[in-house]
């Protein structure tokens, strides 16, 4: 999904422009065919997304899921591709590995000395916290929050170390509890880092809005490819309507319906909807009705109410 700016909505939205369908371990043994995992089917769609874009940047923020350190190795090599996610406070933090000396035996060390648990950073009376304001934290502007940051080493046995760039948030007002946050960009600022995580929970407002107005996941189909081709094409309406709205809404003001219940001042995505609903309709239902004897004038105000209620029934 992409994460952009709308200045309509005065927020960020994720639009869906890519999805795969990854059945289970146990489906794919069941039928004998060769698993592969969340992650393997990530690291391909994102290089295909790379090839589409070669020109661009991408900056993926994952959840925890995708905390996997052979992973975000490999999506470093040739084009990085920089990922942030979560980070546990008690992963295995390590200096860089010291340069090799010269006449030194044995192999070339993968990594230095072990750093302390970043546990054990926010527990510590001596750790110098720095005050931020997010611009954006989950729902609120100008949030405070205190943050620390240091470049590591991210090892486990047998695996290639990884370079990162870890940020440790605390919540002041003690509403969030502490988190730690991953980059592989070790020149993002920890402020970019920690915004950009912030915009994934626009991802869940995405799913919620498809569940609730477009019926994802309320589809009965029971062939393999009902169900690979409704839900993708169910997203991709998402992204549909919001551009045809977008598009729209250049030119005029957004109409956002309000009640009495909710005194809500900026567009959702059931506004979009109504309004390329209301695009749709009113050109066909409205402005090219055939001639005849049993024609009954209607006034435009009733019309435009009906075609409102109608934009929002569904």
């Known amino acids: 999904m992409l994460l952009t700016p709308l200045p309509w909505a005065n927020r960020v939205w994720t639009l869906p422009f890519l999805t795969a369908l990854v059945p289970s371990q146990r489906y794919n043994e069941e039928r004998g065919r060769r698993h592969r995992t969340l992650t393997d089917w990530a690291r391909q769609m994102l290089r295909v997304v790379q090839r589409w874009c070669p020109g661009r940047p991408l900056i993926v923020v994952a959840d925890s899921a995708y905390a996997v350190i052979n992973w975000l190795f490999d999506l470093q090599q040739g084009r990085p591709i920089t990922v942030i996610t979560r980070l546990r406070l008690d992963a295995a933090l390590y200096e860089p590995a010291p340069e090799r000396q010269v006449g030194q035996m044995g192999r070339t060390r ?86 950009s995580f912030v915009q994934r929970w626009q991802l869940e407002v995405t799913f919620e809005e498809v569940r609730a107005h477009l019926g994802v996941e309320t589809q009965r189909q029971w062939t393999d490819l009902a169900i690979a081709r409704t839900t993708p094409a169910l997203l991709g309406l998402f992204s549909l309507v919001t551009l045809m709205a977008h598009e729209r809404w250049q030119s005029c003001e957004p109409w956002v319906r309000r009640a009495a219940w909710y005194d809500k001042t900026l567009p959702t995505f059931v506004d979009a909807l109504a309004e390329v609903r209301r695009a749709l309709w009113k050109v066909p239902t409205f402005r090219m009705s055939a001639p005849g004897r049993e024609m009954v004038q209607v006034p435009l105000d009733l019309i435009e109410r009906l075609a409102d209620a109608l934009c929002y029934a569904a």
């Open 110 to 195: 993968l990594k230095g000395n072990r750093l302390p648990n970043l546990a054990s950073l926010v527990n510590d009376p001596t750790t110098r916290w720095q005050s931020i304001r997010a611009h954006r934290w989950y729902g609120e502007l100008n949030r405070e929050v205190k943050i620390i940051s240091q470049t590591a080493l991210w090892y486990h046995a047998g695996l290639p170390p990884l370079p990162l760039r870890w940020v440790l948030v605390r919540d002041p007002k003690g509403k969030f509890s502490t988190q730690a946050l991953r980059c592989t960009d070790l020149l993002l600022s920890p402020v970019q880092i920690l915004e």
